[in-house]
């Protein structure tokens, strides 16, 4: 019998670059390839309606900083990651305890954000910051 992880990803909760200049990002995506942001606030652009990814977004490194450290600097021993990717599991925080016994160093443990969702984050071999979420109201639509 096969054994089930507890890391298994569900879907592609989210995917995009991580952004050190916003407005040649926007040029790029926005302007050339004529992707329909939403913004929020502090420049994070995000669209729900790319297909192919439950959410295609341009994080800047500050905030992505600010998630997984509470600063908005990136710490110099933490290798600046150049992309984010979130993969929904079943339970964030079994999902996290998995990983760590796998040698994988969290950044953020079962934090429950203010929009609702449940994230770890880690650095990944290939230096993107990944992410192990609950999204309810991606469940919902699945």
Same mark, same amino acid.
């Given at each position: ?17 991580? &952004?050190?200049? !916003? /407005? $040649?990002?926007? *040029? ?10 939403? +913004? ?37 021993? &933490?290798?600046? !990651? /150049? $992309?984010?990717? *979130? ?10 305890? +998995? ?44």
């Amino acid at each position: 019998m096969e054994e089930i992880l507890k890391a298994t990803a569900l879907f592609i909760a989210g995917f995009g670059p991580i &952004v050190t200049d !916003p /407005q $040649a990002s926007r *040029e790029l995506y926005s302007r050339a390839f004529g992707i329909p942001f939403k +913004e929020e606030n502090g420049g994070y652009l995000h669209t729900e309606n790319l297909k192919g990814a439950n959410s295609f977004a341009l994080w800047p490194l500050p905030q992505a900083a600010q998630s997984c450290f509470g600063t908005d600097a990136w710490p110099h021993d &933490v290798p600046i !990651p /150049q $992309a984010w990717i *979130e993969f929904d599991v079943e339970d964030v925080a079994a999902a996290t305890a +998995e990983l760590e016994s796998r040698g994988y160093r969290m950044l953020v443990s079962n934090r429950n954000e203010p929009w609702g969702q449940t994230v770890s984050r880690f650095i990944g071999p290939e230096g993107l910051l990944v992410g192990v979420t609950f999204t309810p109201w991606m469940r919902e639509a699945k």
